[in-house]
């Protein structure tokens, strides 16, 4: 099993950045890929950005060019560094880990960290 922990969510003011950071119990280079998903009230889970173990990343389209994901294989850590938030931000991050690349393979979830971008 593995065991995530998020960290780094709080409360910002639209236009501002925050970063989350998803630790590993353990290296995430034997991981095939890690990922941010986010759950605002009223909405279902959905994808926020993924990054393999080889480096390719991918972002859902509503974050594409304000959040960056990148790894630290040293620290067994993911971040997600968010710019430029917005309001619609707001939700509860989830780090994620999968196991393989099939889409059945082992999946892994952080409890989650709260992300509230209000005036």
């Known amino acids: 099993q593995v065991q995530l922990v998020e960290s780094g969510g709080g409360l910002v003011q639209p236009g501002g950045s925050l970063r989350l950071s998803c630790t590993a119990s353990?290296?995430?280079?034997?991981?095939?890929?890690m990922g941010w998903y986010r759950q605002a009230p009223g909405k279902q889970r959905e994808l926020v950005a993924t990054?393999?173990?080889?480096?390719?990343?991918n972002y859902t389209d509503s974050v594409k060019g304000r959040f960056t994901i990148s790894r630290d294989n040293a620290k067994n850590t993911v971040y997600l560094q968010m710019n430029r938030l917005k309001t619609e931000d707001t939700a509860v991050y989830y780090c994620?880990?999968?196991?393989?690349?099939?889409?059945?393979?082992?999946?892994?979830w952080g409890q989650g960290t709260q992300v509230t971008v209000s005036s």
């Open positions: 994620n880990g999968q196991m393989g690349s099939g889409g059945y393979s082992r999946r892994y």
């Open positions: 353990r290296n995430i280079l034997n991981i095939y890929a």
């Open positions: 990054i393999t173990s080889g480096g390719s990343t």
